[in-house]
Each structure stands twice: as structure tokens, then as C-alpha cells.
């Protein structure tokens, strides 16, 4: 291999590295947004479970975990 080709694969390998670390960084923002989005959705999912507890309590005094009791 002579040294123009050398250093063409130098380049290349380069290249490759500095994609694949710009690839993992947006795989690790994506996952956090995702982490984000996940512990907004179950934030708003207890929400409606305490109202949906209160709406029981209206109706059914003293049964705020909807058993009927």
C-alpha cells in the first residue's frame, strides 16, 4: 500500500469515527427526550388517577381507591 492510499484510510477511518461518536450522541439525546416524554406521560396518567380518585370520593364518600367500599 503506498502512502497516498495510507493516508486516504487514515481520513476515512477518521471520518467513520467522528460519524459514529455524532450517531451515539443523537441516540443518547434521543433517549433522553424520550426518558423526558415518558416521565411527562406519567406524570399526566397520575393526574387523572386523582381525579378520577376525587370523582369517586364525590360520589362515593370515603372510597377514594374506587373499590366500591
Same mark, same amino acid.
Given at each position: 500500500?503506498?502512502e497516498s492510499t495510507?493516508?486516504?484510510?487514515?481520513?476515512?477511518?477518521?471520518?467513520?469515527?467522528?460519524?459514529?461518536?455524532?450517531? !451515539? /450522541?443523537? =441516540?443518547?439525546? &434521543? +433517549? *433522553?427526550?424520550? !426518558? /423526558?416524554? =415518558?416521565?411527562? &406521560? +406519567? *406524570?399526566?396518567?397520575?393526574?387523572?388517577?386523582?381525579?378520577?380518585? *376525587?370523582?369517586?370520593?364525590?360520589?362515593?364518600?370515603?372510597?377514594? *381507591?374506587?373499590?366500591?367500599?
Amino acid at each position: 500500500m503506498d502512502e497516498s492510499t495510507r493516508s486516504d484510510n487514515t481520513q476515512l477511518d477518521d471520518d467513520l469515527r467522528e460519524q459514529a461518536h455524532e450517531t !451515539a /450522541d443523537d =441516540a443518547e439525546q &434521543a +433517549k *433522553d427526550k424520550a !426518558a /423526558d416524554k =415518558a416521565g411527562d &406521560a +406519567k *406524570d399526566e396518567l397520575s393526574k387523572v388517577g386523582d381525579r378520577i380518585s *376525587d370523582a369517586v370520593e364525590d360520589v362515593i364518600p370515603g372510597d377514594s *381507591d374506587g373499590d366500591g367500599h
